[in-house]
């Protein structure tokens, strides 16, 4: 198990096989297909398959990728990091929590921890956001961690609009 950084009250960590039940939990439920998207993850193998192809492969080909957002006693809330997405220009952060585990500041506390990271370690000087425009609490997340709106934006053709945010280094 690979830490990425610690916050007070949470452990940032790369992924690995043996967090496919946590991930076929949380990729299936409601509130993460209707604002992000059904990744097609429906059993234990295809959790598997999707932290190899996603997360694994984009910590090895750019640095960095969605990590487990655990409490100190290792127990997975949910995922949080950068994605390098085609059709955006820069690197975007990404988080999702089980609903179990919303509204207590750990989307807020992960996205600021893993900001910093990128800013700091991997020299990123702009990093963005896409959420569709009903996903209010992500919204409220993306302002409090200090992006700021740029407009609206689709990720290819036919796709749904998505509200584009983005967080520069001062000095941009």
Do not use: W
């Not at 969605?66 to 990091?81: N, V």
């Amino acid at each position: 198990m690979s830490i990425i950084v610690t916050t007070p009250r949470l452990v940032l960590r790369e992924l690995d096989a043996e967090d496919a039940a946590f991930i076929l939990e949380l990729l299936n439920e409601a509130d993460f297909v209707r604002f992000i998207g059904d990744k097609g993850v429906k059993s234990l193998a295809d959790a598997k398959e999707y932290i190899r192809k996603g997360p694994l492969d984009s910590y090895v080909r750019n640095g960095f990728g969605l990590y487990a957002a655990c409490l100190r006693d290792g127990s997975p809330l949910g995922i949080c990091g950068l994605v390098k997405r085609d059709g955006l220009d820069a690197p975007d952060l990404g988080f999702a929590f089980l609903a179990r585990h919303r509204s207590k500041g750990y989307a807020l506390e992960c996205s600021q921890a893993v900001l910093e990271r990128g800013r700091k370690v991997t020299q990123l000087r702009r990093i963005l956001a896409i959420t569709t425009p009903d996903n209010h609490r992500s919204i409220r997340v993306l302002e409090k961690a200090g992006f700021k709106f740029e407009g609206m934006m689709k990720l290819g053709a036919g796709a749904e609009d998505l509200k584009l945010f983005a967080s520069t280094t001062i000095g941009e």
